[in-house]
């Protein structure tokens, strides 16, 4: 494998800034220290990265066998002596946050999409997600989620809030929780700690989508807030109350679940509500990697599709991983009741990956959803009281992250009825019940760049029989081995930059929504089709074995330019502009 040296911006859907070094004080006649940075160093194995960068003096952070590698603290001159080493890989650390960042230029403010944001006192949330998606009926036969368990990694929990701590019986159902930023674990061996509170917001909205076992609010209507309320939730914490991260740490988060995958009880399911912009293929991102090791080990990972739609080729890390299922958001139009104007959010991400694979993979309910929120102890709340909804500490946000939530709900769901299905088995049963979205002539309202296989059914995906329909074609144990790589069915053209699908005869599909000149992102007059419009199956069945040159062919995707050699220094990426709290919808 070749070294390579990336610098990451992480979004939770943001990611920001380059991390900023302090430099150490000197003194007269003595020469400065030289500053440290963070890195992600991998090798063939975990302890042969270990072991090199203690050689080179620098300071381990945190170990992460999940991606043959560590974390580590370097200076420049170790980081260039670790770089001769040709077994190593070393990738730029950098600062996360959580989507709402709410400085944004003025000349931008009116064209950015809103993502995760509240239109204010005006807007009346209402809890569609369970009602459209088919739940309240799976709900009403007993399949709520019990026996599963799904981790969280965001940014905590409220931990006062019963109703995310116990499930719908009033049994606890938090078997454990890690704070990946300080590597403490809170268990019942281990005394509880405040550091796995959740005093910013965002991961507690999110598990509360999941799994609250929320009743008693006033717009509830008697059910449970949370998809899947008897479901067990894992919290791993790897971001601050200020939304705030680092590469290293999400990582650390991730390494911790699979580690610890069958300790308490058998995760299944990971819910990643956040995101990054890539700036390499998905195989050498070391998130993607992570989650592929996830993946393998039977742990159904569902990830955000990113805020930053409708333009295409906007999918975030980790959602462009080709195995994984990758949410995109739809919104009820504030008409729970009237299907007809339904439709794909405005912000939510679009494909194809840069690699050539539909993505999202489905859509489900992202905007406009009501959610936990402390609004004295939670910064998100405490800064905008006025997309509280009531006394019952609910909160209304839209984004990808709430849609992905949505979908890990309800996979829990499909694995309370069916404990043995694989995550390919689970995903290949999401997109082949799901049901695209037509306009009143009957035509695609979206691309299956924009809206993938359409809006997730889980009544229909729960007692589905469908097999075969997912990841065929592809070899994640030789992806993770590096031995091959794949590229998806997607191409551009080099003239008219309009994006299409090839078949398996690889000439293009002449078909209905398979074409895409980013010339619409929103038509008038949805209706969502009780059948799969993207029938045949091969959006998402073939991979094709890659070859050095292979996205270079029909003036298609990335070129050299965007890919960082061994001899190449990432730039720091620079603070740029980030969603508001905007129209929600």
């Known amino acids: ?20 070094l302090a430099a150490s004080p ?40 999940i991606v043959n590698g560590v974390s580590a603290l370097l200076t420049p001159a170790q980081a260039t002596a670790l770089r001769k080493d040709k077994t190593l890989e070393l990738f730029a650390d950098a600062p996360v946050r959580t989507q709402q960042v709410i400085s944004m230029a003025p000349d931008v403010t009116a064209s950015v999409a809103a993502s995760e944001s509240g239109t204010g006192s005006n807007v009346v949330p209402d ?73 910013y917001g965002h991961g507690t909205h999110v598990a509360s989508l999941i799994a609250s076992s929320n009743t008693w609010s006033n717009i509830l209507n008697g059910q449970p807030q949370g998809i899947a309320p008897m479901a067990k939730v894992i919290n791993v914490k790897a971001f601050d109350g200020n939304g705030l991260s680092t590469y290293a740490s999400v990582l650390n988060g991730l390494n911790w679940i699979l580690s610890n995958k069958s300790t308490y009880g058998n995760i299944r399911v990971v819910n990643l509500s956040f995101g990054a ?35 295409a080729q906007s999918i975030a890390v980790p959602g462009n991983t080709p195995y994984v299922i990758t949410a995109g ?53 405490a800064s905008y009281p006025q997309f509280a909804t009531d006394s019952y500490k609910m909160f209304v946000m839209s984004g990808t992250s709430q849609a992905a939530a949505v979908t890990s709900g ?47 059914n889980a009544y229909n995906a729960v007692y589905s029989q469908a097999a075969n329909c997912a990841n065929q074609g592809l070899s994640i144990a030789k992806d993770i081995a590096g031995t091959s790589h794949y590229g998806g069915p997607a191409r551009q053209d080099p003239i008219t930059h309009t994006y299409y699908v090839v078949g398996t005869n690889g000439f293009p599909i002449l078909a209905d929504g398979y074409l895409w000149n980013q010339t619409y992102a929103k038509l008038q007059g949805y209706l969502w089709n009780a059948g799969y ?9 073939n991979g094709y074995l890659w070859n050095q040159g292979y996205l270079w062919n029909n003036g298609y995707l990335w070129n050299n330019g965007y890919l960082w050699n061994q001899n190449a220094v990432a730039p720091a990426s620079t603070p740029t502009a980030t969603e508001s709290w905007n129209t929600q919808e």
């Open 410 to 456: 309800v996979v829990a769901l499909m694995l309370q009825a069916n404990p043995t299905l694989t995550p390919d088995q689970v995903k290949c049963r999401l997109i082949a019940t799901a049901a695209s979205s037509v306009n009143t002539s009957g035509h695609a309202a979206y691309t299956v760049f924009q809206q993938g296989a359409g809006l997730l």
């Open 533 to 541: 419009l993207w029938n045949n199956g091969y959006l998402w069945n």
């Open 26 to 65: 000197s003194y007269p006649g003595r020469p400065a220290i030289a500053a440290q940075a963070g890195y992600i160093v991998e090798g063939g194995n975990f302890r042969a990265a270990f072991q090199a960068v203690t050689r080179a003096g620098g300071k381990v952070t945190h170990e992460l066998p």
């Open 277 to 311: 912009k890539p700036v390499s293929f998905y195989w050498n991102d070391p998130i993607d990697q992570a989650v592929m090791k996830l993946w393998q080990a039977g742990i159904v990972v569902v990830a955000s599709a990113g805020n930053f739609g409708p333009t």
């Open 1 to 20: 494998m070749t070294a390579r040296n990336i610098s990451m911006t992480v979004i939770g859907v943001l990611v920001l800034s380059a991390q900023a």
């Open 127 to 199: 809890i569609y997600q369970r009602n459209i998606t088919g739940v309240t009926q799976l709900a009403a036969q007993g399949i709520n989620g019990a026996g599963i368990v799904v981790a969280v990694l965001d940014s905590g929990l409220l931990n006062s809030s019963h109703s995310i701590t116990n499930d719908l019986n009033g049994n606890s159902r938090i078997p454990a929780q890690y704070d990946a930023i300080n590597n403490i674990v809170v268990d019942a061996t281990h005394p509880y700690v405040s550091s796995v509170n959740d005093s």
């Open 329 to 381: 958001a739809m919104t009820d139009n504030y008409t729970p009741t009237n299907t007809s104007d339904d439709g794909v959010t405005s912000f939510s991400s679009a494909g194809p990956t840069y690699e050539g694979f539909i993505k999202p993979d489905l859509l489900a309910p992202g905007g406009h959803l009501a959610g936990l929120m402390d609004p004295k102890s939670q910064l998100l709340a």
